[in-house]
């Protein structure tokens, strides 16, 4: 499976982005993930998706952020609103066949990953 992620940029504090991973092609049973890393830290998750539409998020996403997918399209979003300083990171899309909530304590987990995408949030 090949990810490609787009919709990074800069954006002021308390803005919106929507970020968008698209797929080559469909596994049944993929969790589809946002993971964030910044420089000299590890990668940490950020909000999963089951294929039933179940989702997950972090503790400093919840409330503000939405992942979602569009199955007919092949493509997750991630919904960031309320756009933190902190929030600032490189944001990569991740897919692994198995439940979310057991591939996301662990990005090494999944084997699939997109490039990256910056979020720049100032």
């Known amino acids: 499976v090949q990810l490609v992620e787009s919709g990074g940029g800069s954006v002021q504090a308390g803005g919106s982005l929507r970020l968008s991973c698209a797929r080559s092609?469909?596994?049944?049973?993929?969790?589809m993930a946002w993971f964030r890393q910044t420089p000299g830290k590890e990668r940490e998750e950020v909000a999963g998706i089951d294929s039933d539409g179940s989702t997950s998020y972090a503790d400093s996403v919840k409330g503000r952020f939405t992942i979602s997918q569009d199955n007919a399209k092949k493509i997750a979003y991630l919904q960031m609103n309320s756009l933190k300083v902190e929030d600032t990171a490189m944001y990569y899309c991740?897919?692994?066949?198995?439940?979310?909530?057991?591939?996301?304590?662990?990005?090494?987990?999944?084997?699939?990953w997109g490039q990256g995408t910056q979020v720049t949030v100032s």
């Open positions: 991740a897919a692994e066949v198995g439940p979310c909530w057991y591939l996301l304590q662990d990005p090494s987990r999944f084997q699939y």
């Open positions: 092609r469909d596994i049944r049973s993929l969790c």
